[in-house]
């Protein structure tokens, strides 16, 4: 199992931006896993601290659903941090 936590200067960069890198940068259509990597540890995921957090994660991830929809696919976990 393996996280990231990102810190950066809102000033250069904004949360929208880095979840849409987020979304863009893996599959989160995978489920148990990513790539070669199989398993419930494997799965993506996003950990917010705040309610401002959580609906700001939870708007991206609506913005992404409808094409893994079209897909047929699932997609990423939420979770508290």
């Known amino acids: 199992t393996g996280s990231v936590q990102v810190v950066f200067d809102p000033a250069k960069i904004g ?3 880095i979840l849409r890198w987020f979304w863009q940068s893996h599959d989160p259509t995978q489920g148990m896993g990513q790539g070669n990597d199989r398993g419930s540890q494997y799965r993506s995921g996003l950990y917010y601290c ?3 957090e959580r609906e700001l994660f ?3 991830r609506v913005a992404y659903d409808q094409a893994l929809h079209k897909a047929g696919k699932g ?3 939420l979770w508290p941090y």
């Open 15 to 17: 949360t929208s931006d």
């Open 50 to 52: 705040s309610d401002e």
């Open 58 to 60: 939870e708007a991206s």
């Open 75 to 77: 997609r990423g976990d």
